[in-house]
């Protein structure tokens, strides 16, 4: 019977390139060799790699990013268009429910007016107004997105009003101010996938071409311009390239500034936490949490202590909000009469009891993943336990926003950059589009009714809970783990990648002496 040390070495990967060797997906990848038929089959053994004095692999993907924003943009194009009223001015066309019958549906669209954007005194958190006026349900109302995400919202609103003024003296194409906007707030959002395909690039060390993967996802083709996620997803994947860069402080800056436009890239201090006891960099960890606590502090702090009431509109909002259409909670509720942890509520009510299973069931998950990365026999990676934590996270909560499907693109791909699955699940999660815009629609107006929404609801869910199990499987197999095979330790793990454990549960299954093969070693 073989020693712990020699069970462990024995799941070790083969170091099967050369160091500093590009792995080539169409050698490596059976989807992608059949694919790339048509362009003359997978690169020849006498190719010359990476000597092309443009065509590299972080272009090609910026450039087929571009190509795929271009097609989100021209879907929810439909949704700008204008006609003009029985009056002659010029209205946005949404009349027979074109939002969801050309499923071109944005919240960015009616977040101009519903957030007063439209209105030139308006400042975020300082503007309030008055919601269902005249009636029970009337409550006073705030900018009800994180500090950066609201900024956001509100510059773009006056480089509209500034673009308006001078298109209306014919130096600048011109059209409605919502419409207008929208164009802006789609460049800038365009910006920042740009930057989450760089940073993902940059940080798949041996595996360029997988960013191509976060480049075409059908993901952005649906969602790219749904709501103003893409900003977050820029900050945590360049938070986590500064990680892999060995830049503790700056990747906290990043991950902080992320926090402000949305709170899931704090999710990352767990895993990060995790890895960082079993290799004993503590001190790292405290570095990065701190300056990310710090960062979230500085943006947030002034509006917090000036306007405190429209500052936690966001929190008081996130705190009273039910369960969602496509949550697991609703599925259930719909499927079986049941009425909620909380029973019927009114508006305003905070869901107690919901809110109380949520947190305890992600906590559960996250404790489980911490048992998963301490008795693995090598250290899990970075984008291993991201992508659990952040699944987890998605999973479990009362809230799961179409456009929040884009946080897992990055993850994914750096998790488990197997195109076929990976692809399987992203048309999928993005094809949950086409039910959810018909259920809107009504089945008065000849939608879908509510029980096709939810089922592929729960396909979606389904292929994410697969890809979770598949991802566990390698860290507790990491001979299957594609990066490692490469002779990659961990690409992302910074101060992680190649360092000796300190920490670990299971004595028996214990990590050799010897760190795997790695960028670095400590």
Known sequence: MSSPSEQAASDSPPTSLESGERVLPSRTEPFVAAASGPLGGPVGDHAAIGRHWFWSPQRVGLLLATLALMLCWLG??????????????????????????????????????????????????????????????????????????????????????????????????????????FDISAFWLSVAWLVTVWAVCRTANRRPWDAALVAISPLVLVHAFTNFDTLAAAFAATGLLAWARRKPALAGLLLGLGATTELYPLLF????????????????????????????????????????????EFFKLNAERGMDPDSLYNVISFFTGWSGFDGPLATGQTPTWLNAVTGGLFLLCCAGISYIAFTAPVRPRVAQLCFLVVSA??????????????????????????????????????????????????????????????????????????????????????????????????????VLDGARDVVVLDTARRAPSRPLAGRHSA
Not at 428 to 452: C, I, N, Q, S, T
Request: charged content about 15%; proline content about 8%; aromatic content about 12%.
């Open 269 to 312: 201090l767990g895993p990060l936490l995790v890895l960082c006891v079993r290799a004993g960099k503590l001190r790292v960890w405290a570095q990065t949490a701190g300056t990310t606590a710090a960062t979230w502090l500085v943006v947030n702090l002034p509006f917090a202590l000036a306007l405190n009431q429209g500052w936690r």
């Open 76 to 181: 929810k194009g439909s949704c700008i268009q204008q006609y003009t009223d029985q009056n002659g001015q010029n209205q946005l066309d949404w009349r027979a429910g074109r939002p969801f019958v050309a499923m071109c549906y944005s919240d960015i669209v009616p977040l101009y007016t519903a957030e007063r954007l439209n209105v030139p005194s308006t400042f975020p958190y300082r503007t309030s107004w008055i919601d269902n006026p005249g009636t029970p349900n009337a409550h006073v109302h705030y900018m009800e997105y994180p500090v950066m995400t609201g900024m956001f919202q509100w510059v773009n609103a006056k480089l509209a009003a500034g673009w308006k003024a001078v298109s209306d003296t014919g130096w600048l194409p011109g059209g409605l101010p919502v419409a207008i906007y």
């Open 393 to 494: 996270f998605l999973l479990t909560n009362k809230v799961w926003s179409p456009q929040y499907s884009l946080w897992l693109v990055p993850l994914a791909v750096l998790a488990r950059p197997r195109w076929r699955p990976l692809l399987a699940w992203m048309m999928v999660d993005a094809l949950v589009w086409v039910p959810r815009m018909f259920y809107y629609l009504g089945v008065d107006h000849k939608g879908l009714p509510e029980d096709w929404f939810l089922g592929v609801v729960v396909v979606r869910d389904l292929a994410v809970v697969a890809l979770c199990a598949q991802v566990i499987r390698e860290i507790h197999r990491p001979a299957s783990d594609v990066v490692r095979m490469a002779g990659d330790d961990d690409p992302m793990g910074g």
